[in-house]
């Protein structure tokens, strides 16, 4: 008997676990939507292809070597091994993580839209997620002693708590936009957007109802992100559901007032939120997620008109500040409203957090600059003039996203 009820346990888990990675692979068509609808025509098929593309090698160069840098499990076992007496639970832990993996590059695409080298960036893509972000992951949630470990040096210094990260506001989302960050610098502004005499010259959005199509579906499954991240049924959290929807709600109504009902900011701040929640979202009370949600769209809107029109970064998405700048707050955050004096659970640490923060800044800026810059060094990391102003569609992919617009005669 008990072995039955340890069975319905162990398949209930690797459901749960198969269900939420399904959930976070939908993400990466909401990924892939809102940078189809915030390019130009002429690049909308790339910026499917390559996240579709970055997902396959995504899922490759983890399988083979990063998911054992970070957790220091490998699949070079028999089949019957692999499944083992959990019904194959690490295979679909596998599964889920690797949906974290792959939105490193879903989130660097943004950035560097329009004018990026496709298999070059298929390249500094596999490192990033074979290399840079297993490095910090086994940091945060593996096998590397280092930052979120009850036995590390930072839980050591900072009265027995470690770097806490539930759902990767840092581990995923602020190394993601970090490195995006080296990358656009390395790479340039697109062609046009300043004049010559640094006078910003605003490319227009392509189509606003994929955009928007975009943010829904990655609202949608964050739930899958932020929820799932329990790895088991039992560990499930109502407490985590609810932050995640109040610190939504909080990055609109943010952006909504603070951009003065710009459909492209208000989307987005529902995305700012939500990224900011994850660290912190099994710690902070429903109304410390609102705050959080809610300064976090803030960041979004002022980090990126100060990105744009102070700083003239061309970052297409905006994924430094929305990913980058509130993936860095959602951290710092966790560590002010998970105390218990502002209604939080009280297991976090507002020293460790701003370390781990930091952390996670210093190690995605060394390996951005580090990669895009060999890259651009050795094989190119840009497209040509030429091939820009064609635009990537048909320089890389030799087909329009609108072919019929052209054969209509027919």
Known sequence: MDKNIESIINSADVLFMMLGGVMVFAMHGGFAFLEVGTVRKKNQINALVKILVDLALSTLVYFFVGFSIAYGI?????????????????LVHFFFLLTFAAAIPAIISGGIAERAKFWTQGLAAAIFVGIAYPLFEGMVWGKITFLGQPDSWLAKISGGIPFHDY???????????????????????????????????????????FMALGTWMLCIGWFGFNVMSAATLQGISGLVAINSLFAMAGGIIAALIISDNDPGFIHN??????????????????????????????????????????????????????????????????GIFGQEALGGMGKVSFIAQSIGSLAAIILALFFGFTVYKILDATVGIRLTKEEEQKGSDLTLHKIESYPEDKSSRF
Request: proline share 6%; net charge neutral.
């Open 74 to 90: 490998n699949f070079f076992l028999p089949a019957k091994e692999l499944l083992g007496e959990k019904q194959g639970y690490e």
């Open 167 to 209: 759902a990767g506001s840092v581990v995923v989302h602020s190394m993601g936009g970090w490195i995006a960050l080296a990358g656009i610098i390395v790479l340039g502004p697109r062609l046009g957007r300043w004049d010559s005499e640094g006078r910003s010259r605003p490319i227009p959005i392509s189509n606003i109802p």
């Open 269 to 334: 701040g529902a995305l700012a939120g939500l990224v900011s929640i994850c660290a912190g979202s099994d710690q902070v009370h429903p109304i410390g997620a609102l705050a959080t949600g809610a300064v976090a769209g803030f960041i979004f809107v002022k980090g990126f008109i100060w990105e744009q029109e102070k700083l003239k970064i061309d970052d297409v998405l905006g994924v430094w500040p929305l990913h980058g700048l509130a993936g860095s707050w959602g951290g710092i955050a966790c």
